[in-house]
């Protein structure tokens, strides 16, 4: 934990950096001669309004990326906020409820609820494959070795996941399956992702709208 604080502290003292906001200044005006003095300018007082505009978005996207590498460190999973796209864990969890997890090296234990991915189910090639959150039915520990052997089962489910063929012909999953345990939850909060998810159309739809607004906001 102390390395994951250092790493963070190191991570914040680089954003305020002098470099960093410099870098940062540099790349708001697509490299245009003359951007730098311009976002200076915008940075000691005022300034032109799309400089103004491009180095807020900058630093926004920024700041997300920091957020999102910082709840990676903290929690020790790679994924530490995903979205139940499934009905396979009601009445636990509903259909665009937002899950938290947390991942350490303490040991799966029999009714943890948690998310695994398998990398050999994925949708197509280059995409990484749908992450699931079951509990966790059966957790056997071999002597030799110590590996772990996990069997899981969605809560609304009657099978198990072995036996209703989510495993793709493993018997077990495995600790290097394991996102993480569900520490937390947000209900329906991430049905904004259900939507986009189930409509491509919504999903285009907004992102030529935030273009729209990107461009809009420099004139």
Excluded at 135 to 164: C, P
Aim: hydrophobic share 40%; charged share 15%.
């Amino acid at each position: 934990m102390e390395a994951a604080w250092r790493l963070l502290n190191e991570q914040y003292r680089s954003l305020v950096s002098p470099n960093l906001r410099s870098f940062l200044l540099q790349g708001t005006d697509l490299g245009t001669e003359g951007s730098l003095p311009r976002c200076k300018d915008w940075w000691q007082g005022p300034g032109e309004a799309s400089d103004n505009a491009l180095t807020s978005e900058g630093l926004v996207v920024t700041s997300a990326l920091i957020f999102w590498k910082t709840l990676v460190l903290l929690t020790g999973s790679k994924s530490p906020v995903v979205v139940v796209l499934s009905e396979s864990m009601q009445p636990g969890f509903y259909r665009g409820d937002i899950l938290f997890l947390y991942h350490s090296n303490y040991p799966v234990r029999t009714g943890d609820i948690v998310v695994f991915n398998l990398p050999h189910k994925q949708r197509a090639p280059g995409e990484e494959a749908i992450p699931i959150v079951h509990r966790a039915v059966q957790v056997h520990e071999q002597r030799s070795g110590g590996q772990i052997n996990i069997l899981t089962k969605g809560d609304f489910n009657e099978q198990n996941d072995r036996d209703g063929g989510i495993y793709g012909g493993i018997p077990w999953l495995a600790a290097q399956h394991i996102m993480g345990r569900v520490v937390g939850y947000l209900p329906y909060v991430g049905q904004v992702t259900l939507i986009m998810n189930d409509y491509p159309k919504v999903k285009y739809a907004l992102i030529a709208l935030l273009g729209l607004f990107i461009l809009t906001s420099n004139d």
